[in-house]
Structures are given as C-alpha cells and as structure tokens.
C-alpha cells in the first residue's frame, strides 16, 4: 500500500512513465474479453452492421442499414469499424475495439490535460478517477457513437485549453490539433462537435473576461484546416444523395432537440441520477471539485478549472434542456469533472476539509446499502436478469468499497481512501463484464437465433423478422425483409421501391404459404396473432426469453 500511494502522491515523475502504467492498467480493464458478449441491439447491431454493408458494397460515402439510406449519425465510426473489420474480422471484438479505445485514449488524454494545467498528481488522479468510473468504462465496451464523440470533444477542448496557457511554447499546434478533432467531433455525431467547442469557448472567454485570446486562437487557419477535414464527407454524401441535407440537418438536430419526435423525452432531472449513478463511486465528490472555482477565477489555476466547470455545465444543461435524452449523451461531462476531482483530492491530501468528509461518509453508507441490494436483488421473484452468483460477487465489492471508504473517511487519510476507491472499482470493472453483463446478455441479443438462420437459410429462402431486428442482417450476414414497423428505416424504406423488403403481416402471409422457405424471427407474443393469418403450419426452430425463431418447413 505504502509503494503505491507513494506512487501516487509524488509530486514529479516522468509522464511517459505514467502514461505506461496508466495504459497497461487499464487497458485490461477496457478491452479484455471484449469480443465474448453478443452485439446488444439495436444499437451495436446497427452501427456494427452499417459498416458491414459498406465493406460488402465498397461504397464509405453513403452509410445503409439492411440496404437501405441511413443518415441519423455521421460516418466516422462507421468508418473506424470498417477498418477493424478489414484487420479483424466481421466479429463482436472488431465492433467493439474502436469504442473501447477511445474510451482508453480519452482516459490518457484526461491525465495529459490534468497534469498540463495543475500538475502531475492532479492528472494521475484525474486518470485514475476516469478509468475507474464503472459507467464510463462499461459504455467505452458498447459500440455507440457517444464514446468516439467524447474522445473527439475531450481532445479538442483540452487542446485548447492547454493552448491559451501564457506560458505555451507550442500554441498554434495545440490550437490546430484542437480544430482537428473538432472536425471529427462532426463527423462523429454531427453539428454538435463544433456547437459545444464554440459555445464553451465563448462562455469561458466572457466568464474570464479573457476575450484577447481570440488573436490567439489561430482563426483563419483552424477553420480552413476544420474545414479541409470535415467537410469533404458532408458534400460528397450531398451531391449523391439530395434528401440527406434536410433529413440530417433538420430532422436530426433541430428536431431531435426541440421536439420529441424520437419518442426519448425524459424530465429535465433525468440526468441527475444518472450522473451520480454512472460516475459512482467518484459522483460524490463532485461538490468537492467545483466547490470555490468562481472566488478563484482571478488566478491562473482558477481560470484553468472555470474552464473545467464551464465545459462539464454546459453539456449537463443542454441536455437537461434537451427533449430528447438517453443515458450515454452526458459522456463528454465526465473528462472534466475528473480533472476537477483530482484537483480536489490534490488540494486535500494533508487534511480532508468537513465537506469531503461529509461526502466520504455518505459514500459509504451509499455503497454498503447499494452492495446489500445487489446481493439480494436475485433472490427477488420477478428478478430474471442476473443469478445469484453474480449478485454476490458485485454486492461483496460494493459492501467491502463501503467499509473501506468509512474506515478511509474516518482516519482522514485522502490518499488511502483514493487507493481505496480506485482498487475497489478496478475489481467491479473487471468482474462486471464477466457477471452482471453475461447475464443481461440473454435479453438484450437474437445472436443465437440469428446464427441459426445462417446455417439453415440458403441463398433462396425468405427472411424476415416483425419490426426491424438489427442483429439479424449482422449474424445472417444477408438483408432481411422488414414487417410491420419500420421504425427507424421509415426514411430509408421510402427512398426508391422497397415494397419487396417492407410489407404488413397480411402481404407477408402471402410469402409465409408460397413455395419458399421462410424464416421469421419475432416476439413470443405474435406467434398466435401469426398463426391465425396463415394456412402453412408453423415449425419452431427456437427461442429466447423473449423471441421466438420460427419457419414454414
């Protein structure tokens, strides 16, 4: 313990050396066994079998699911898992690897930034303090837009962070690179990679009253040089396909926002909890690390952290404000307040003030409560989703980081308590994958359904599921027919005649008593509605807790 927390607590050591240990720590965390769980659907099926469909056409411009115009996110992490397809293979691991990567490189970047801006100690706990974040490292090993955009977002407002800084030899590098991953921010989830720079920038540089630095912000060349990267996609996919710039543009963005057209609304609070549930155990030092910022405002290390806050409010309140929200949409807020965190720790390492120690005992009582329902919560009639064993691994790690975070809080040794916290929650990262997420896995994937279609469906037979299941077309390897709800393909299935691929249950019936072989991938609950629309018998193949594979031979 001694070693490390000297380790931890030196105020010099080379940051190549850091970057190592950090790299090597948590890169088992982040990529191990990453290619053992199905896709979860939708969302790792879609963005997994997008640049499928791009490699079988040899076409990176317009991005299609199940062969039809998708145009609700932009192509760069298409793109990236297209890459990882061609190296290793059309597999769950190469769908996974770019994510899981970014999510481990943004962990680097945020030591980098931390140490830059306030020292060693306070970038290496900021690290730690990321890497360790449960929530954070689970949705770097789901196959989402959300963690490349938070790489691009954390490189890009750290870039320019670090470049205003008086003291900066290499400022027109920090501020071009810093325009670089703006660009792709843009191409990694769309206008808002270039919004949320420039309004955080402009907020930081009214609330600093530091509007100087625009001279020094390489202007001309940054934008040039974001345009050069940006834009070349945004016009090609335009001139191919005239439709996109409305249905992108408008229905994606605008639309998104204000309205709740994506059927996502959630009450402005919704983030709160998630906040203090995904960035557990170190959500509740989070008064900590903003406690104080605007009183110090006027120094230089103040001005640094109103940045941090700047950055992190902003995001939270834009979203809040949102009509539209899901879970992992305030992933670009974690970068921040982990640096602002391990300011705080820093600034506290000789004597915990009265809110820290507030906020350790309610972590603690927080934990053990928490590790008490894990453990029980399988015994639970209704509960399906998770066995015994796996609710006694986790709750025993939620109980023990509970006791030690009390013992921790009550000798008021903040370095022990942070070794604590960081070896409690690395062991949860570790175990997670392997319990809690193998369990989910049954519900939230057809992969083993789907692979049974693969084997048994040759080139003439007929495949369809009711509504659009996205693993299907992944794991059949094939495009499939659609019935019923379009769902998010309504666009795409009204761009040219689709009729043969998207039909109602009283068409497909036609197909279910023709001389093809047809196979169905549905809920338990439509098979009977099913049954009574057609004359040929119905032959279950199998099933899952929740789907049913059935065909008409």
Avoid at 505 to 522: E, I, M, N, R, Y
């Amino acid at each position: 313990m001694k070693f490390i927390t000297d380790f931890l607590t030196a105020k010099e050591s080379p940051a190549r050396r850091d970057l190592v240990a950090l790299l090597l720590v948590f890169g088992v965390a982040f990529l191990q066994f990453l290619g053992r769980l199905p896709l979860f659907e939708p969302d790792e099926a879609r963005y997994a079998e997008i640049p499928r469909e791009m490699l079988e056409r040899g076409d990176f411009i317009t991005p299609l699911l199940n062969h039809v115009k998708y145009f609700e996110k932009p192509p760069l992490l298409y793109w990236l898992n297209a890459i990882s397809f061609s190296l290793f293979g059309e597999n769950e691991f190469a769908a996974r690897f770019a994510c899981a990567m970014a999510g481990l490189l943004t962990v680097l970047i945020t030591y980098h930034v931390g140490r830059t801006l306030f020292g060693r100690r306070e970038g290496l706990f900021a690290a730690l303090i990321l890497g360790t974040c449960t929530g954070f490292l689970i949705q770097s090993r789901i196959n989402i837009t959300d963690m490349l955009l938070t790489f691009c977002l954390t490189a890009c407002l750290g870039c320019f962070a670090i470049a205003v800084r008086d003291s900066e030899p290499r400022r027109g590098l920090y501020c071009h690179f810093g325009y670089i991953f703006a660009a792709l921010a843009v191409l990694a989830k769309g206008l808002i990679g270039i919004v949320f720079p420039g309004a955080i920038i402009f907020l930081y540089l009214l609330l600093g009253k530091r509007w100087r630095l625009l001279k020094e912000m390489r202007l001309v060349t940054g934008t040039l040089l974001f345009l050069l990267v940006s834009a070349p996609w945004f016009i090609l996919v335009s001139r191919q396909n005239p439709e996109f710039a409305r249905f992108f543009f408008i229905h994606e963005h605008f639309e998104r926002f204000t309205t709740k057209v994506h059927g996502r609304y959630q009450p402005p609070w919704f983030f709160v909890p998630v906040l203090l549930g995904t960035m557990i155990p170190w959500s509740f030092f989070i008064p900590s690390g903003l406690r104080g910022i605007w009183r110090e405002r006027h120094s230089l290390s103040g001005l640094n952290a109103l940045f941090l806050a700047t950055w992190a409010i902003f995001i939270f309140v834009f979203f809040s404000k949102s009509d539209s929200k899901l879970v992992p949409y305030i992933l670009p807020v974690f970068p921040p307040l982990a640096i602002l965190m391990g300011r705080a720790f820093v600034r506290q390492l000789g004597e915990p003030d009265r809110l820290m120690r507030i906020q350790g005992y309610v972590l603690a009582a927080i934990l053990t409560i928490l590790g008490i329902g894990v453990c029980i919560y399988p015994h639970v009639p209704q509960a399906r989703d998770i066995t015994p064993l796996s609710g006694l691994v986790v709750g025993s790690i939620f109980l023990v980081e509970g006791v030690a975070v009390f013992a921790m809080a009550r000798r008021g040794t903040l370095a022990a308590l942070l070794v604590a916290l960081c070896f409690c929650s690395y062991l949860l990262e570790i175990a997670g994958p392997l319990t809690i997420m193998n369990d989910v896995a049954p519900t939230r994937s057809t992969k083993d359904l789907c692979l049974i279609v693969r084997e048994q469906a040759g080139p003439d037979a007929v495949v369809a599921s009711f509504g659009h299941e996205q693993g299907l077309p992944f794991y059949a390897r094939r495009r499939v027919i659609t019935v019923g709800g379009m769902g998010e393909l309504e666009f795409g299935c009204k761009q040219g005649d689709q009729s043969a691929w998207f039909m109602d249950a009283q068409q497909f019936s036609q197909l279910w008593d023709g001389p093809k072989p047809v196979f169905l991938l549905f809920r338990h609950t439509d098979v009977e509605g099913f049954r009574a629309l057609v004359k040929t018998p119905i032959r279950e193949l199998a099933r899952t807790r929740k789907k049913v594979l059935i065909t008409n031979r």
